[in-house]
Structure formats: C-alpha cells, structure tokens
C-alpha cells in the first residue's frame, strides 16, 4: 500500500472549503429567524396571525356547493369591480366598513390609498391556480381550433366531423377556465364583510 504525498492533498483540501464556503454551507447558519420572521416570509396571510387585524371576507353561498369563505389580508391582491370600473391592486388597509388600495398617481409620481365602502363593490374576482384544470382551460381550446386547422389543411375542405370535436374542445376550456377563475357579484348569496383575526 503506497501513501499518497502531503503536498496533493492540501491544495484539494483547501479546494473544498472554499467551494462549500462559496455555496453558503457552513456548520451554523449565521442567524436565526424569529417566529414573526418566519411568518413574514410567508405571506400576508401569516403575518396576520402576528397580530390582530382586520380582513375582508367573500362569503359565497352556492345552491349545489354550499359555503364557501375566500380571505383577503392586507398585502394580498385584491381583483374587483367597483364604482364601474375595474381594480386589480393589493388591499393597503381594511376599517370596520371601509377597505383601501394603492392606486399609482402618474402625476405626482407616487401611489394613493383609495378607499371604498363595502356596499360600492358590485364583483369580486378569483383566481385560483388549480393543477391541471387552469391549464386546461387555456391548451383545450387551442388544441381545438389546432385539430380544426389540421382537419381543414389536410382534406382542403371543412369535414362537418370536425366542429362537435372542436366545439366540446372549447366548450371544455371554457368550463375550465370557468372553475379557475370565477367571479361573484356581491347579493344576498354572496357577501363581502370585514372580520377580525385574534
């Protein structure tokens, strides 16, 4: 058995410390984040259980579903309609009937908190990531309208066999697309309300 000399070890040895210390592994981390840290990090969802806070709540009452709670915290993204027009901005603050967004001011070069009541919200929009099902709601009616062409260019006529396929295709989508990002206009089945955390 023959030893390998000294001077071929050190120079590998010192090679890998430096690499590990380059990618950040180390024995210790340096510091150590607190529980309000963690939270932070996150999302506003989580830094609202730091503290007690006020929220909004979409109460949504299906005829087939049933009960349905959506939360919005301060800090999420908030897509509405209200006073005619629509809103898609991160909720700044929320009173007990009022609720604020920023809303960017062009000529002042600097965001505005614009508040509205409660009852001046007619729609609230969800978008939801479903796995698989928002995906399919935009490939399907693409993968129809490509079958369509395809059918289209290969026989150099429209083949009446061809639009039930198409159409359950982007029917389908629809339906899907649907499912991922509905919509509720605020009545008595579906109410938005400011509730507490404690």
Same mark, same amino acid.
């Given at each position: 058995m ?7 070890l050190l120079p590998l040895l +010192?090679?890998g410390? +430096?690499? +590990?210390?380059?990618t ?6 340096? =510091?150590?984040?607190?529980?309000e %840290?963690?939270? %932070?990090r ?7 259980l730091?503290r007690?806070?006020r929220y909004?709540?979409?109460d949504?009452n ?7 709670r /959506?939360?919005f915290? %301060?800090?999420t993204?908030? /897509?509405?309609?209200a006073r005619? #027009?629509?809103y *898609? #901005?991160?909720?700044? =603050? ?8 920023l809303?960017? $001011?062009e000529?002042? $070069?600097r965001?505005e908190?614009?508040t509205?009541?409660?009852? #001046?919200v %007619? *729609?609230?929009y ?9 995906a399919a709601?935009t490939m399907?009616p693409?993968a @129809?309208?490509v079958?369509?062409?395809? @059918?289209v260019?290969?026989s150099?006529q ?10 359950i295709?982007?029917?389908s989508g @629809?339906i899907f697309q649907q499912?991922? $990002?509905?919509r509720?206009r605020?009545n008595? $089945?579906?109410?938005l309300?400011v509730l507490?955390t404690?």
């Amino acid at each position: 058995m023959q030893l390998v000399p000294v001077r071929f070890l050190l120079p590998l040895l +010192l090679t890998g410390c +430096l690499a +590990l210390t380059a990618t950040g592994l180390m024995a210790q981390p340096t =510091d150590t984040l607190t529980t309000e %840290q963690l939270l %932070q990090r996150k999302g506003a969802s989580y830094t609202a259980l730091i503290r007690p806070s006020r929220y909004l709540a979409l109460d949504v009452n299906h005829a087939l579903g049933g009960f349905r709670r /959506h939360r919005f915290f %301060q800090g999420t993204e908030i /897509h509405f309609k209200a006073r005619g #027009e629509k809103y *898609r #901005e991160q909720l700044y =603050d929320v009173s007990d009937s009022t609720f604020s967004i920023l809303v960017a $001011n062009e000529v002042m $070069n600097r965001d505005e908190p614009v508040t509205f009541r409660l009852d #001046e919200v %007619q *729609r609230i929009y969800i978008h939801r990531r479903i796995p698989f099902v928002t995906a399919a709601g935009t490939m399907l009616p693409i993968a @129809g309208v490509v079958y369509f062409a395809a @059918g289209v260019i290969n026989s150099g006529q429209i083949d009446p066999t061809l639009l039930p396929v198409t159409g359950i295709l982007a029917m389908s989508g @629809g339906i899907f697309q649907q499912l991922s $990002n509905p919509r509720y206009r605020i009545n008595k $089945n579906h109410r938005l309300r400011v509730l507490r955390t404690y």
